[in-house]
């Protein structure tokens, strides 16, 4: 087996701001695995607030080269590496593999009847004024997520509303209030229709969630990187996010995602910015969601080739196996 490595930047459209942090590209790591005369790609965007970036995933998998180079099975993978984005990027080149070699689609292989899905658009924090704007020019997609802070997130959102009354609304604070910040604005938030809260509070700092009814419902992002923390911190959550680059891969999303729907937990498919490349696996697990957010191309300057169709109503068009699966 054969493995290339690359380090690829994709510059936004506009900058995109979140609670503390401001996206300006999106800097990624592209795995391409080769074997038999078959290839398989996959991408890594990485976990920011982990200290992910495109360098650190470049040498995590410059490192097992030599292992990989002997062979690669799922189980291997999860062995070799640690949850991230690196995992992620091989995991999914190793999936798209198996697919072009055993001449199953990733639905056939998974056992998943593909339906097309509705995704949100992002709007990132700016003036109320510039978000309501935002929103406004996201007008085909009917559901949008609101990133807030602590900075005046009530009226933000009233300038959403006041622009948007058709919109369903996901506000996500990325970890920026405390619990009576989260317990001011709750009421409030309910009034303007709001239909899910996600991560509220600072990760490993949610406690007080614990046996907490919220008249929105609460999603649980950064808190549940892992199968593992999903075990630990579910109950504290009504939805779960799950995000590929956080977990690994698509191996230990399904993994997620079946145990959540076994379980009756919602569930959230989100992404860390990136291509269609890395909308395509997640795309999988979009069919077990609630809530799917899968915008991360149609915030950059240019997607790349055999790309996923972004339609009226937000609808997104089935992965083709010239892109990945």
Same mark, same amino acid.
């Given at each position: ?7 690829? &930047? ?11 942090? #401001? ?6 790591v592209w795995v391409t695995l080769e074997d038999g005369g078959f290839t398989g790609r996959g991408e890594g965007v990485g976990i920011y607030y982990a200290g992910e970036n495109s360098d ?36 999914? &080149? ?9 001449? +199953? ?24 004024? +510039? ?30 509303? #006041? ?27 309910? +009034? ?62 399904l993994a997620i995602a079946r145990k959540a729907q076994a379980e009756k937990k919602g569930l959230m498919v989100g992404n860390m910015t990136g291509t269609s490349l890395s909308m395509a ?29 972004? +339609? ?14």
């Amino acid at each position: 087996m054969k493995i290339t490595i690359e380090k690829r &930047a994709f510059p936004l459209a506009q900058p995109f701001i979140i609670t503390g942090y #401001q996206f300006d590209d999106v800097d990624t790591v592209w795995v391409t695995l080769e074997d038999g005369g078959f290839t398989g790609r996959g991408e890594g965007v990485g976990i920011y607030y982990a200290g992910e970036n495109s360098d650190t995933m470049y040498a995590q998998l410059e490192a097992i080269v030599p292992e990989i180079e002997k062979g690669l099975t799922f189980d291997k993978v999860q062995a070799l590496l640690p949850h991230g984005g690196a995992r992620n990027a091989l995991d999914c &080149a190793l999936w798209d593999l198996q697919s072009k070699k055993s001449g +199953k689609s990733i639905w056939q292989m998974t056992g998943i009847t593909p339906r097309e899905v509705t995704t949100v658009a992002t709007v990132g924090i700016a003036s109320p004024e +510039k978000m309501a704007a935002d929103a406004l020019a996201f007008a085909q997609y009917p559901n949008l997520k609101i990133k807030l802070s602590g900075d005046d997130p009530i009226r933000r959102i009233t300038a959403i509303r #006041q622009a948007r009354p058709d919109a369903k609304l996901v506000i996500d604070v990325n970890q920026g209030w405390n619990f009576a910040e989260l317990q001011d604005y709750i009421p409030e938030m309910a +009034k303007l229709g709001v239909a899910m809260i996600e991560q509220p509070l600072p990760r490993g700092m949610d406690e007080e969630l614990v046996g907490f009814t919220s008249p929105v419902p609460l999603g649980g992002d950064e808190s549940c990187l892992t199968l593992e923390e999903y075990d630990q911190f579910a109950d504290r959550y009504d939805i779960i996010n799950i995000k590929l680059d956080k977990c690994g891969g698509l191996t230990e999303a399904l993994a997620i995602a079946r145990k959540a729907q076994a379980e009756k937990k919602g569930l959230m498919v989100g992404n860390m910015t990136g291509t269609s490349l890395s909308m395509a696996p997640a795309y999988v697990i979009a069919q077990f969601c609630d809530f799917v957010d899968i915008d991360g191309p149609i915030l950059l300057s240019q997607d790349i080739d055999n790309a996923l169709t972004y +339609k009226e109503g937000g609808i997104v068009s089935i992965p083709t196996p010239d892109l990945w699966g």
